[in-house]
């Protein structure tokens, strides 16, 4: 089975985490929570470092510390997800 062509997953990539900053976007909209707030801007950032290793692959080579950057505002994400989670459930 032949993979997908690389320009075709590099715009996936871009849409999913569209798809995810629109989700969380909506959430908010409905809870204004705090927790929604610091995954919405760490999913920014994450798309940001995305479309970074999309346009400038040379910069993102030469720069190992983006990926550190990047891995850390996938946590941050995570974090306030996780924390989102655990505030709805403690409200029911």
Same mark, same amino acid.
């Given at each position: 089975m032949n993979a997908l062509p690389q320009a075709l997953q590099s715009?996936?990539?871009l849409v999913i985490a569209a798809m995810v900053l629109a989700a969380l976007?909506?959430?908010?909209?409905?809870? &204004? %929570?705090v927790w929604l707030i610091v995954a919405l801007g760490a999913?920014?950032?994450?798309?940001l470092f995305r479309f970074a *290793?999309?346009?400038l692959p040379?910069?993102? &080579? %030469?720069a190992p510390?983006?990926?550190?950057?990047?891995?850390?505002?996938?946590?941050?994400?995570a974090v306030g997800? *996780?924390?989102?989670a655990i505030e709805v459930n403690g409200k029911r």
């Open positions: 715009l996936f990539s976007a909506l959430m908010w909209r409905r809870d &204004r %929570s999913e920014a950032v994450g798309l *290793l999309i346009a040379d910069l993102v &080579r %030469s510390m983006l990926f550190s950057a990047w891995t850390l505002s996938g946590l941050v994400f997800l *996780l924390g989102y």
